[in-house]
């Protein structure tokens, strides 16, 4: 489950160390922002894999804006 969300390499290197010790706790501002696309489902199920992800890569660009 873990290398959906973090690269083989950072993976391999917990591995290989065997604890938590690579990853240091850090103490960071961050905004978080929950987005609801309106009939996303059906428009990422209907357009091809490109499309969507460009849609999506251009909503993360307004959003990133607004919060900054």
């Keep these: 489950?873990?290398?959906y969300f973090v690269e083989p390499t950072v993976i391999d290197k917990l591995l290989e160390k065997g604890?938590?010790?690579l990853l240091p706790p850090k103490r960071k501002k961050i905004a978080v922002a929950f987005v609801d696309i309106?009939?996303?489902t059906?428009?990422?199920s209907t357009n091809p894999e490109e499309?969507?992800?460009n849609?999506?890569?251009d909503v993360a660009n307004l959003i990133e804006t607004v919060v900054q």
């Design 1 to 3: 489950i873990l290398s």
């Design 19 to 21: 604890d938590l010790a």
């Design 38 to 40: 309106r009939g996303f």
């Design 42 to 44: 059906y428009f990422a």
């Design 51 to 53: 499309l969507v992800f």
């Design 55 to 57: 849609i999506l890569k």
